[in-house]
């Protein structure tokens, strides 16, 4: 059973930066693409950044280009998410996921997911 848990969400002053961190397990992980989305109240979930297997390949939202840094650490099963210069819309509950299948390079939107964290929040106060 793959399980994700996320962690490293708080509150933080615009043009803070905080790091989210997914530790995965249930999965030979470094096979898999990751991704990190988010959902801010009365929106619907949002692609945020994508990272391939080996950690080679990354596409993000234009809207975090520039500012967010996806990365992975193989030997610790585990995806991050750099955010910097962060800004009140930032603000959301950000969700690690995993991709649907080994033919996914990178993950880029959410029918390529299969498994989901629980959550983590992020608040940017401006």
């Known amino acids: 059973q793959v399980r994700l848990v996320e962690s490293g969400g708080g509150l933080v002053q615009a043009g803070g930066s905080l790091r989210l961190s997914c530790a995965a397990s249930g999965l030979r992980f470094s096979m898999y693409a990751m991704g990190w989305f988010r959902q801010a109240p009365g929106k619907e979930r949002e692609f945020v950044a994508g990272v391939s297997g080996s950690g080679g390949n990354t596409y993000y939202a234009d809207s975090v280009k520039g500012r967010f840094t996806i990365s992975r650490d193989n030997a610790k099963n585990t995806v991050y998410l750099q955010m910097n210069s962060l800004k009140s819309e930032d603000t959301a509950v950000y969700y690690c996921?995993?991709?649907?299948?080994?033919?996914?390079?990178?993950?880029?939107?959410?029918?390529?997911?299969?498994?989901w964290g629980q959550g983590t929040q992020v608040t940017v106060s401006s």
């Open positions: 996921a995993a991709a649907r299948g080994l033919y996914i390079v990178v993950i880029t939107k959410a029918p390529e997911v299969r498994d």
